[in-house]
């Protein structure tokens, strides 16, 4: 069975500095991979996702994640954390059904 | 587009009462799913449908709760009779069986039962 998980509730990092917010998955078969994000009194809204093909991908405000299989990983990253990156991150894994899993969620804070 | 469009956005209600939540999903999008959030439980899958045919229902929490799909362009969420204890936001999200399979998610209906 798919599952994945964030090994950190919170993450905190100062503005300006590189972050990284963990998960690691389990799958059978191909994985199919996102990183979605929800701001306050919002609905998760997509970042990116891994298919195939190049292990990093890139996606929306400048965030990437990189495809691990041997560690089987998908780590969100970003070279610089912006106050404004502050928000709740879910990482996913969806199952040849189309039906998503979704980790339990890492909380990042960045200090100005 | 105008994305996943929810409503209410807001709904108080005293227990015992139904209640219903409404979502269109995006224009061409065959997938649909009700989640509920809530600090305790996280975010949970209740059901989803695949060209309005409920695939997996595994995830609603007891008979209360139904849901369903007239048409590719509307989907209910019912709980008959409410309590206190389903308080949460609920989401609706839709996606394309066509790409990734990413979501898109509606903003929300934030449910209090008194």
């Known amino acids: 069975a798919q599952s994945v998980a964030q090994p950190e509730d919170q993450v905190n990092v100062a503005e300006g500095n590189p972050l990284t917010v963990k998960c690691t998955y389990s799958v059978s078969g191909n994985p199919y991979l996102f990183w979605y994000v929800q701001y306050p009194n919002r609905g998760l809204q997509f970042l990116l996702k891994?298919?195939?093909?190049?292990?990093l991908v890139k996606g929306s405000y400048g965030f990437e994640a990189e495809f691990n299989k041997s560690q089987t990983s998908f780590h969100l990253k970003k070279p610089s954390a912006l106050v404004s990156d502050s928000a709740l991150y879910f990482c996913a894994v969806r199952d040849p059904g189309f039906k998503t899993i979704f980790g339990a969620g890492t909380r990042l804070f960045v200090k100005a | 587009d105008a994305g996943v469009i929810q409503s209410p956005r807001h709904e108080v209600t005293e227990m015992g009462q139904e209640v219903t939540l409404r979502c269109k999903p995006i224009s061409g999008h065959n997938s649909l799913f009700w989640y509920r959030q809530t600090m305790m439980r996280g975010l949970e899958l209740l059901i989803y449908?695949?060209?309005?045919?409920?695939?997996?229902d595994s995830g609603m929490p007891e008979d209360r709760f139904s849901a369903k799909m007239p048409n590719a362009s509307f989907s209910t969420l019912k709980i008959q009779p409410s309590e206190p204890r389903d308080s949460a936001v609920y989401f609706c999200?839709?996606?394309?069986?066509?790409?990734?399979?990413?979501?898109?998610f509606g903003p929300g209906t934030r449910l209090t039962v008194t």
């Open positions: 891994y298919i195939t093909g190049d292990n």
């Open positions: 999200a839709s996606s394309s069986t066509g790409g990734g399979g990413e979501q898109y």
């Open positions: 449908f695949n060209n309005n045919v409920p695939i997996d």
